[in-house]
C-alpha cells in the first residue's frame, strides 16, 4: 500500500507542475481538532493539494468502525468477530454467557452494523460532495481515482451527484 502511495506521489508531483491539478480529498479526525481552527487547517492543506472533509466525531468513529469490524475482515477473509475499541462493535465473548446469548450477540451485531453502515454511507457522500466542489465545469475532463474500501461507497454517491 505504501508503495502505491508514493508511486502516486511522484507522479501526480510530476504532473501538477503542468496543467493537470491534482488534489488528494479525505476524512480529518475531528475530534482531536478544535472546530474553530479547522478552517485555518483547510487553508493550510488546500495550499499542498489536499482537500480535508471534517466529520462529526459520532459519524467518523463509525464509519472506521465499519471500515475495521466490518469490511476489513469481509476482504481479507476474517471473520467478523473482532472488537474496535473506540465504538460498540461486538465480539463473540463480549455479551455475559445465558441461553441467549447467541441471539442477543446476533442482535447486537446487526444494530451495530445498521448504525455504521448509516455513518459509512454519510462519510462516503461527504467525500463526494468535496469532490464533487472540485471537478471542473466539465466533469468528463477530470481524472477521479478513488481508492481503498474506505471509499467503495463514493462512486455511487458521485453518480448521485450527476458524476459519471
Not at 118 to 128: E, F, L, P, V
Not at 135 to 145: E, F, K, R
Request: with cysteine; charged share 20%.
Amino acid at each position: 500500500m505504501m508503495a502505491l502511495v508514493m508511486a502516486l506521489v511522484m507522479v501526480t508531483t510530476e504532473r501538477s507542475s503542468g496543467s493537470c491539478r491534482v488534489t488528494w480529498v479525505g476524512s480529518v479526525q475531528t475530534e482531536q481538532i478544535p472546530e474553530d481552527r479547522q478552517e485555518e487547517l483547510t487553508h493550510m492543506l488546500r495550499g499542498r493539494g489536499y482537500e480535508p472533509v471534517f466529520l462529526p466525531t459520532p459519524i467518523l468513529k463509525n464509519y472506521i468502525a465499519f471500515c475495521k469490524c466490518i469490511l476489513w475482515p469481509l476482504f481479507n477473509s476474517q471473520l467478523v468477530t473482532r472488537k474496535y475499541t473506540s465504538t460498540v462493535c461486538f465480539s463473540p465473548h463480549s455479551l455475559p454467557f445465558s441461553p441467549l446469548a447467541p441471539r442477543l450477540r446476533a442482535v447486537s451485531r446487526v444494530l451495530c452494523a445498521e448504525e455504521q453502515w448509516t455513518a459509512y454511507k454519510k462519510a462516503n457522500a461527504a467525500i463526494a460532495n468535496a469532490v464533487r466542489a472540485m471537478v471542473g465545469p466539465s466533469p468528463d475532463n477530470d481524472l477521479i481515482w478513488i481508492h481503498n474500501y474506505h471509499l467503495l461507497q463514493v462512486p455511487f454517491e458521485l453518480r448521485k451527484l450527476g458524476i459519471t
